[in-house]
């Protein structure tokens, strides 16, 4: 009899969604909370897995002509006051420095001196002062366009925070462009949406929908926001990526203006995008199950652990003589166009425990070796994908050279199941009642648990939006950019006309 703490994470996704996430988190080791309220610690397997889509989407990023750059953390005040909408956006969650310094306080403690003259403002995201530097950068129409990321950490002061999710100080990346025409910061708006588009389902195994925000659900500042949106296995929507075309608000705000090719002075055309942190709690909403974390190979920071057993000194040479070997020849194989990610774990631990272990972890497989093995030239294999004890024996050569193809049967596996789902759990919906129910849960002691993403039509109006948001906590994710091919309806609400239908969800 396996112990309970070996078999699954408790409690299940079932009996209690918001705590088998934290326990997942904390079972995987991926982040842990810290002293200070709302700002997680990213622990190594956790941080090496957000280094792994960093390094994809860095790739991705270089290969559409974008080249990083980085800006300060600080904004002074008046910077961020330049955008009304914008200031007015972030006004509630920044973080302040008012002073340089610290000096012995009346009852001995220390207590901040060195009042600034202008406070600066820990950066909610940049904007203003990427602004303010390319607006010094750019003269002519010959200095565009500028095509900058920077990663970066950023700070927006949460009440209620969640591991990944949401936290006060995340890492993200953010993309700031800017442009001679509208056409061109259209394009790349469009362009990045892609990029992330891809980037969550060809690594992420998470399908997402793409489409553009309504007005009350734009970035500050922004005349458009696009964005990517993936449904989370308790049905719920999570906004996992935005790219904002900002017309000339900034540009003006900022004075970013050059010399056009008719000798006016204009100004610039720019975007804004990111992805954060958030993604990693995308990914365990997604994949994870009731045994524990489920990385898609792709990200991965290991593909295989290698699992020796042995029972005694004689045993233990032997079998650490062939794990040893098999590991090289693993590392040996390519997959994803690099050497497979091999671990081997020899820690001195039963061998069911280390199991266990990688199960949590998600490692994308497993190979238990002992002596009756290696008398076979074989493995014992495990698959995360599959429930721990369906596992089977594999002749060694055979497992060596095909790991490249089990690691992309995983992946694309993954992807699969994930979009059978959110698709399952989609309905087009035209009648209010039906809309109403399918919203509702279906038992009042798990309100998390109702139906999924509803496709329904939307005259267009902020009073039908909000009335949905009030009563059902409901919101509109994404106008769909193909919408119009869903054909014409009457708004779910108010009856009235609607173009084509778009996603309605409860969200993160
Ligand atoms: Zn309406």
New binding site residues.
Partial sequence: MAKTSRTAIQPTREQDYPEWYQQVVRAADLAETSDVRGCMVIKPWGFSLWENMRDALDGMFKATGHVNAYFPLFIPLSYLEKEAEHVEGFAKECAVVTHHRLEAGPDGGLVPAGPLEEPLVVRPTSETIIGASYARWVQSYRDLPILINQWANVVRWEMRTRLFLRTTEFLWQEGHTAHETREEAWEETLRILEVYRAFAEDYMAMPVLTGEKTAGERFPGAAHTFCIEGMMQDRKALQAGTSHFLGQNFAKASGIQFQSRSGEREFAWTTSWGVSTRLVGGLIMTHADDNGMVIPPRLAPRHVAILPIYRDETERAEVMTYCTALADELRARTFDGAPVRVELDNRDMNAGDRGWDWIKKGIPVRVEVGPRDIARQAVFVGRRDREPRDRYGQERAAFVSGVGDLLDEIQAGLLDKARRFRDEQTREIDDGEAFRAFFTPRNPEKPEIHGGFARSH??G?DA?ENRINDELSVTIRCVPSDREASGPGA?I??G?KSPGRVVFAKAY
Avoid: D, P, Q
């Fill in positions: 939307w005259c109006g039908c708004c609400v108010c009235a």
